[in-house]
């Protein structure tokens, strides 16, 4: 069997992942799978590990975390690629405090550590599709891939909210980061373009998913596949804070696709603009606080992913 190489944010889940390192090791001993595991320690570390496990010659690089990690290591593979000419599928143990990702895809289940593992051992992969993304601000640019959504405006502002709360653990981060992002948010015009579709007006966010749920459990695009080679949109017109707080519960049952305030929309590219800037993050990880203009496509069958 071929060793794989896995990535550990030991920090995922609020510490649950490097708490149950030792745990993850043993039964992977006990299946007969070849591994090493090296811990990612900093901010953006898994990108790096991964180029280094690509150039060792791994031909599977799995994610212990949350959808963070994941979204680390993704871009760590699709740029492991582009560096090396060798490519290598994404293994995922889903160890983190959302794991929004991995609840659309059958047999996966949060924390199940004897389901991912039987997984790696199977090897068994499925192309998925990735997104890609190009952002623009006053840093310059930055291109980000993403392989469960993308956030532009209050949705992003609620993962910029998050980096700043310590010493809180579970959904209670979601919901704290929430209040704060509907205090701290002031929402813009926004220039929303996806194929021969146009826009334009004052709105709350722009969400574009991949997959289906994001933020800690809003079902932002209930629809939408991860291997159909597009990716689905949803906007939301600016909203009074009465607004918000009535229609969060639809956001989060998926049940908000017909309101008179939402347009949904599915797409190959999407292009979003606006002048005075806006938070834009992949998988929940931010990228820009200011962003002026946001590009992204769909990257079909991009990624072979270990189910």
């Not at 690629?81 to 983190?96: D, H, K, M, N």
């Amino acid at each position: 069997m071929t060793k794989i190489g896995i990535i550990l944010n030991p920090w995922a889940g609020r510490g649950m992942a490097g708490q149950r390192r030792a745990e993850l090791e043993t039964l992977l001993r006990d299946v007969g799978v070849a591994f090493d595991i090296i811990e990612t320690h900093a901010r953006g570390g898994a990108i790096e590990l991964t180029y280094q496990a690509i150039a060792r010659g791994y031909t599977c690089v799995v994610a212990v975390g949350g959808d963070g990690t994941i979204n680390e290591v993704v871009n760590g593979l699709m740029g492991g690629q582009e560096r090396f000419g060798q490519s290598a599928s994404l293994g995922i143990v889903p160890l983190g405090t959302g794991s929004d990702f991995v609840k659309v895809l059958d047999g996966f289940q949060p924390n199940d550590l004897s389901s991912a593992v039987r997984r790696l051992a199977g090897g068994r992969t499925r192309p998925v599709d990735l997104g890609r993304v190009m952002v623009e601000s006053p840093l310059g640019q930055e291109q980000r891939y993403f392989i469960n959504g993308l956030g532009m405006g209050m949705d992003a502002q609620v993962a910029v909210e998050s980096l700043k709360l310590t010493g809180i653990k579970g959904f209670a981060v979601y919901l704290m980061a929430i209040i704060r992002a509907m205090a701290n948010y002031k929402a813009h015009v926004m220039s929303v373009r996806y194929d021969d579709y146009e826009v334009r007006r004052r709105l709350l966010f722009a969400s574009v998913g991949n997959g289906r749920c994001q933020g800690g459990g809003f079902w932002m695009t209930p629809e939408a596949q991860i291997d159909d080679g597009l990716l689905d949109l949803c906007i939301v017109n600016k909203l009074r804070l009465d607004q918000i707080i009535r229609y969060l519960p639809k956001l989060m049952e998926g049940s908000h696709t017909t309101l008179r305030v939402v347009t949904m929309g599915r797409a190959r590219q999407i292009e979003v603009t606006c002048p005075q800037g806006i938070p834009v993050a992949t998988d929940g990880e931010v990228v820009a606080t200011a962003a002026t203009r946001v590009q992204a496509e769909v990257c079909p069958g991009a990624l072979r992913l270990v189910v």
